[in-house]
C-alpha cells in the first residue's frame, strides 16, 4: 500500500479478483485513525500516529470463500518544524526567559542556536533561551532543532536588547587631536571645547559622530562650554580679559569679559534658573562668577 502521513488524510482502495462479487472487506492491525469500509474495500481515515504497520486485509465473496493478504503501510511522522513565530525582545543586564517550541518529527528533540547576544543561551534538551544579555543592539540568532531521526530544520528570528545610554561606548574621530576639555548640547548641536590647538580649539556636531573644527574667539585654554537661554558659554583657564567667550550658535564666538580675568583660573560653567555659573581654581574671596 502506498505510504501516508502522520495527521494527513489517507484513502487507498484494496483491489481483488476473481470468485463471486459482492465482497466483503475487513481488516486486522490498521494504524489508529483508519478504517476499511467492508463494502468497497477502501481503507481511509486520517492517522494519529506514525511508523510501519503490516496490514492484514481479510476478502469473502459471495460463496464465503476468503482469503487474506498482509501488506505494509508506511506512516512518516508530521514534518519537523518550529512552531515558534516569534521571539521577545529583551533588556540589557535584566533576566530573560522565553521557550522555543517544535512539532512532528519524532521526539526527543535536540536544540541548538548560533548567533544569540552575549549572555543568553540555549537548552538543547528543553529549547529554553534564557540568561541575561550583557550586550546592546538587534540580534538575528538561528535556532536549529533537530529530532531523534536527526532530522534537521532551522529559523532564524530577530531579538532586539536596547543599548542603555551611558553604557556601551563607540569610538569617533574627532575634528582634530587637541586637549578637548568639555563637551555640551544645545540648539540640536554638540559643542566642545579644548585646551589646546591653533585657531581649532572648539569643534561642533549635529549628531556627536561627525565633528567640525570651529574657531574659538581666543587660543586660550577652554575648560569647559554649556548651553542655556539660546547661548553657549565657555569658560577659560587662562587668558588676558578674555577668559570668557559666547556664541548663538556654536560656530561664531565672541570674547565676553570675565571679573578677576588676569588671575582666576575658570574651571567650569553650567546654567540653570535663568543663571549661569563660572567657578575658579584660583583666586581670593572670588572664585564663583556669575551672569546675568
Same mark, same amino acid.
Given at each position: 500500500?502506498?505510504?501516508?502521513? =502522520?495527521?494527513?488524510?489517507?484513502? =487507498? ?5 476473481? /470468485? ?6 475487513? +481488516? ?16 481511509? /481515515? ?9 496490514v492484514t486485509i481479510l476478502v469473502k465473496d459471495f ?31 535584566? +533576566? ?37 544579555? *550583557? ?34 561606548? *563607540? ?32 569643534? *561642533? ?17 577652554? =575648560?569647559? %562650554? ?9 569658560? +577659560? ?27 582666576? =583660573? ?10 549661569? %555659573? ?15
Amino acid at each position: 500500500m502506498p505510504d501516508g502521513q =502522520q495527521n494527513s488524510s489517507y484513502s =487507498q482502495t484494496i483491489q481483488v479478483t476473481g /470468485g463471486t462479487p459482492n465482497y466483503t472487506y475487513s +481488516a486486522a492491525n490498521l494504524p489508529s485513525g483508519l478504517s476499511i469500509d467492508a463494502n468497497t474495500g477502501v481503507i481511509s /481515515g486520517t492517522p494519529s500516529t506514525y511508523g510501519t504497520f503490516r496490514v492484514t486485509i481479510l476478502v469473502k465473496d459471495f460463496r464465503n470463500v476468503e482469503v487474506s493478504k498482509t501488506l505494509s503501510i508506511v506512516l512518516e511522522p508530521i514534518i519537523l518544524a518550529i512552531s515558534t513565530s516569534s521571539l521577545p525582545n529583551g533588556a540589557y543586564n535584566t +533576566a530573560y526567559n522565553q521557550t522555543i517550541t517544535g512539532t512532528g518529527g519524532v521526539t526527543p528533540y535536540t536544540w541548538s542556536a548560533t548567533g544569540l547576544p552575549s549572555g543568553l543561551s540555549i537548552n538543547s534538551d528543553t529549547g529554553i533561551i534564557s540568561g541575561t544579555p *550583557t550586550v546592546g543592539g538587534t540580534f538575528n540568532p538561528t535556532i536549529t532543532l533537530n529530532d531523534s531521526r536527526n532530522v534537521e530544520v532551522s529559523k532564524t528570528f530577530s531579538i532586539n536588547i536596547p543599548i542603555p545610554l551611558g553604557i556601551q561606548w *563607540t569610538i569617533r574621530q574627532s575634528a582634530a587631536d587637541n586637549d578637548w576639555y568639555s563637551v555640551c548640547y544645545g540648539n540640536g548641536l554638540f559643542v566642545a571645547v579644548a585646551y589646546s590647538g591653533t585657531g581649532n580649539r572648539v569643534m *561642533t556636531s549635529p549628531d556627536g559622530i561627525n565633528w567640525t573644527s570651529r574657531t574659538s574667539a581666543a587660543n586660550n585654554m577652554w =575648560q569647559s %562650554v554649556c548651553y542655556g537661554n539660546g547661548l553657549f558659554v565657555a569658560v +577659560a583657564y587662562s587668558g588676558t580679559g578674555n577668559r570668557v567667550m559666547t556664541s548663538p550658535d556654536g560656530i561664531n564666538w565672541t570674547i565676553r569679559q570675565s571679573v578677576a580675568n588676569n588671575y582666576n =583660573q575658570w574651571y567650569s560653567v553650567c546654567y540653570g534658573n535663568g543663571l549661569f %555659573v563660572a567657578v575658579a581654581s584660583s583666586g581670593i574671596g572670588n572664585r564663583v562668577m556669575t551672569s546675568p
